[in-house]
């Protein structure tokens, strides 16, 4: 009640004095609670003018760039999909593509194949293939070029990862499964 302590303290000690200082005390009460709400509401509908903030409002920005969601997702995926589609409009550079990619947040290298038409985009920061990777494609495919092919490279553990730093034996009692193991490490 930020706003009613400001009221209390904008009046002059006599006013909470005598028979009307129930009155007017209840009447502060109510007054900073209606001003506490519209402090809120107003904060709120000013977060929904920023991508990385909105919630509510992710239905008409994701309308706004005609984005037809392939995995669902969370806030923070659907908000990553409006921030890659609103940085998709600079063409299909490496650089937009890098540009796009951080929207997702990302870290990846470009790989062009000029003889094959093609590129590879080799994730660098991510093991396994990433959780909103259906959005992405979807992008990627509507921004390039019809005759270019893109490719995915992605990062998994390998035998040179495991071999001298885990017996056979630690790999079993982690529980981890064959699949487990391709993008995680057990834990010492």
Known sequence: MAN?????SWLPPSFFAGTDAVTMNAFLVALGRQFDDLDAAIADNQN?????????ALSTYEAEFAIKLVDGGTDSER?????????????ATP????NILSAYGYA????????NYAFTIQFTD?????????????????MTPAHLQTLYSYLYNVFSNVDGQFTYSQLAESGLTYEQLLTQLPTT
Request: net charge negative.
């Open 4 to 8: 009613y302590d400001d009221f209390v």
């Open 108 to 115: 990846c290298q470009i790989n062009q194949d000029f003889a």
């Open 126 to 142: 991510f093991k396994g293939i990433p959780p909103n990777m259906g959005d992405l494609q979807t992008l990627l495919t509507s």
């Open 95 to 98: 650089a937009a593509l890098l």
């Open 79 to 91: 908000q990553n999909n409006i921030m890659a589609k609103n940085r998709a409009g600079q063409g």
């Open 48 to 56: 929904q003018l920023f991508i990385q903030l909105a919630t509510w």
